[in-house]
């Protein structure tokens, strides 16, 4: 795969990874009635949307991701392998200490974050190919 095929796939994701995070931050700012995240008490979004993974350093842990998500995507039309690399790193290493602290000390599954650490992971590896050529 060349250069600018991965750098599109990386503007894919940061736009899927942009989208979620402003759901997530939806959510967590104006909780609607309708929560298609919240299945039951184990499967549910509110783990980030309001419970103590719902702060980082006091800042919300959604918007967080949409920063991150925003600085991939203006790596990604720079073209800055370097960023993108670095960035997703940062994202990756975010993605697991949330997950770590839903699966194991909250008990919880965050569907919707599940799909950003897949996105994540994807911008990471394609980080590193970028990095190769």
């Known amino acids: 795969m060349n250069k600018e095929r991965l750098v599109i796939w990386v503007k894919i994701l ?26 039951n008490a184990t ?14 350093l006091g800042i919300p842990t959604p918007l967080i991701g949409l920063v991150g998500y925003i600085i991939i995507l203006f790596a ?4 800055n392998a370097k960023l993108i690399l670095g960035m997703a790193l ?18 919880v599954v965050c569907p919707v974050c ?12 394609l980080g590193i190919f970028l990095n190769k050529k």
């Open 114 to 125: 599940i799909m950003c650490q897949i996105d994540m992971i994807s911008v990471f590896i």
């Open 76 to 79: 990604a039309f720079r073209q």
């Open 90 to 107: 940062f994202g990756l290493v975010f993605c697991l200490y949330i997950a770590y602290r839903e699966l194991f000390q909250l008990h």
């Open 14 to 39: 940061a736009v899927i990874g942009i989208l979620l995070a402003v759901f997530l931050l939806w959510e967590q700012m104006f909780r609607p009635s309708f929560q298609p995240c919240n299945i």
């Open 43 to 56: 499967v549910n979004c509110d783990a980030v949307i309001s419970g103590e993974v719902s702060k980082t």
